[in-house]
């Protein structure tokens, strides 16, 4: 039997999860108390294997991003910003025994890989949340650097998330759970949305805009591509619902947002999503940008997100 919550049910989020002034991670699981052990698989790393508290009780910042040589790229970038001295050229992926995701420490800043898909962002973020957890953090923010699929915007331009919504515009992330679909509200942090804003405004090199971004669970039926190995609607149609995207107000199209949103707001964590566009979809379907525009492109959130870091660190407020 489905029981479908509205997407506006707000008592799912913690008040408040503020002790002291500082504000902790928040874990939802009974269970959890009662282990002995808690293995994060995925991440190789456990609480009887490593020193989480140790490891990674300094971390104020998360940054997340589909691809393993973006993360590495944005740690090696904040290495720099942050003027570390130890090992500049390069940085130990602290999941090097597995090949799930990969992730790498740069003094406050962790910077993870988690795949493409909601259910690949998803398994990652809970081995996060409680790794977060059993290291004893506070006042974390998490920020999701990705690309994504513009609509009726410049590719190159970054969107700054005002709200995640699903395939039909809500603001929702449906999970489904034993039998049920559980339904999640989307919010994103309305103040560091502003903040990033305004940090976005020193950078004068690329345009940075705020939009709700809509998130798919494929990359080409479900962002309504004519160029997947299926397609059974015509052009007309794709042009019809992504102009009825844009009018809801959508800027720009990727996958894992909503359940990001979702997962991190639950656990009182202060969560952005950054995403560069790699195209104007109501242009053309096929990403064909150079590998080198590819690159600069995608440097651009991690450009705007490292330089938010450093305000807030109160290292500097200049442009890098
Ligand atoms: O560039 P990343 O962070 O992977 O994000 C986007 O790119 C992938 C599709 O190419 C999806 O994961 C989408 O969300
Ligand atoms: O069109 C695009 C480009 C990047 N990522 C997506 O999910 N869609």
């Not at 942050?82 to 597995?98: K, N, Q, S």
């Not at 020193?202 to 004519?226: A, S």
């Not at 566009?277 to 096929?286: E, H, K």
């Amino acid at each position: 039997m489905a029981s479908i919550l509205p997407a506006s049910n707000i008592s799912m989020r913690p008040d408040k999860n503020t002790y002291g002034g500082k504000r902790f991670v928040h874990v939802k699981n009974p269970y959890l108390e009662t282990m002995d052990e808690d293995i994060l698989y995925h991440l190789d790393l456990g609480t009887k294997t490593h020193n989480l508290p140790a490891m990674f009780g300094d971390v104020k910042f998360v940054c997340v991003g589909g691809s393993p040589k973006r993360m590495k790229a944005f740690a090696l970038l904040m290495h720099k910003e942050l003027g570390l001295a130890e090992g500049g050229e390069d940085v130990e992926d602290i999941c090097a025994g597995t090949d799930r995701y990969c992730m790498f420490k740069t003094g406050p800043v962790l910077s993870i890989s988690h795949g493409m898909g909601v259910p690949s962002i998803s398994i990652m973020l809970h081995e996060l949340i409680k790794l977060l957890r059993h290291a004893r953090c506070c006042d974390v923010t998490i920020i999701r650097i990705g690309t994504s699929g513009g609509i009726g915007i410049a590719p190159g331009s970054v969107v700054i998330t005002d709200t995640a919504v699903d395939s039909f515009f809500r603001p929702r992330f449906e999970q489904v759970i034993l039998d049920n679909i559980v339904t999640r509200s989307t919010e994103l942090d309305k103040e560091l949305v502003e903040e990033l804003f305004t940090c976005s405004k020193n950078i004068p090199n690329f345009q940075t805009l705020i939009g709700h971004t809509m998130c798919t669970y494929d990359f080409y039926e479900g962002q309504g591509r004519l160029d997947g190995a299926l397609c059974s609607f015509s052009r007309e149609h794709k042009l019809d619902y992504l102009k009825r995207a844009y009018k809801a107000g959508v800027r720009n199209i990727e996958m894992e947002s909503t359940v990001f949103a979702a997962m991190c707001g639950l656990c009182g964590l202060k969560a952005a999503v950054v995403c560069v566009t790699l195209l104007d979809r109501l242009d053309c379907d096929q990403i064909n940008l150079s590998h080198d525009v590819l690159v600069e492109y995608q440097q651009r959130p991690q450009l705007l997100i490292s330089n938010f870091i450093k305000k807030k660190l109160g290292l500097c407020d200049q442009i890098s």
